[in-house]
């Protein structure tokens, strides 16, 4: 297991378009955790899952994003109708059920333009 | 309202020069404050975790000790290696779910 891994690294969208990102956690992981981070900025949380289950959204997590971990396995953000606003980098982390004393494992993240 | 706040926002430093990074924080019940790495492009790495004041912890030329209100990253004779954005969050009780909230950062960049 080489990490989490995201994908894609770079998405150039329309203004309105649908994208969707995907994140294959460190598989022994049962916690996905999904943020976005903008220039000059720390990482927000925007939501949490425990294995399929998602256990809570933030509030930045407009009705236009969804998120899903089918299977507790990988885990997949959509963003509908994109707007210049959701322009940051969009990080997945994961980390094991026994809690976060070793931090989480990010990902290298998905950079998102809209243009 | 739970704060992370980090100073200075940029540091330029001679390398060999040591300097200390601050992250203070006023949140409820404190279950971890992290600190993280950050290079250009990239997730952040995971550094250290302190979990109660007076402890202190040390990877290489870095060392991070924690308070009741704040902790510091000390650098010690810094590396260009060592340039990066150095972010620092805490976990509180009650965020149930493990998440964390960041501070701003501390952008770092060590001259040879």
């Known amino acids: 297991d080489t990490g989490v891994s995201q994908d894609p690294r770079h998405k150039i969208t329309k203004r309105g378009q649908n994208v969707t990102f995907r994140c294959d956690p460190i598989s022994e992981h049962n916690r996905l955790y999904w943020y976005r981070q903008t220039l000059g900025q720390g990482p927000e949380f925007l939501t949490y899952f425990q294995n399929e289950a998602q256990l809570e959204k933030s509030r930045l997590l407009s009705d236009r994003f969804s998120a899903e971990r089918p299977k507790g396995s990988f885990s997949t953000l959509e963003i509908q109708r994109t707007e210049q606003g959701d322009s940051a980098m969009y990080l997945c982390?994961?980390?094991?059920?026994?809690?976060?004393?070793?931090?989480?494992?990010f990902g290298s993240g998905t950079r998102l333009t809209v243009v | 309202e739970d704060q992370v706040t980090q100073s200075p926002e940029a540091l330029r430093l001679q390398e060999g020069e040591s300097s200390s990074l601050n992250c203070s924080y006023t949140v409820s019940g404190l279950r971890g404050l992290f600190w993280y790495r950050q290079d250009p492009g990239k997730g952040p790495e995971f550094l250290f975790t302190?979990?109660?004041a007076g402890e202190e912890k040390e990877k290489e030329r870095l060392k991070a000790t924690l308070t009741k209100k704040e902790s510091f990253l000390h650098i010690t004779a810094p590396k260009p290696e060592d340039s990066a954005t150095y972010l620092c969050?805490?976990?509180?009780?009650?965020?149930?779910?493990?998440?964390?909230?960041f501070g701003k950062g501390n952008q770092v960049v060590v001259i040879p």
């Open positions: 969050a805490v976990q509180a009780s009650s965020y149930g779910n493990n998440r964390l909230a």
């Open positions: 982390a994961s980390s094991p059920y026994s809690g976060v004393q070793d931090g989480y494992t």
């Open positions: 302190l979990y109660s």
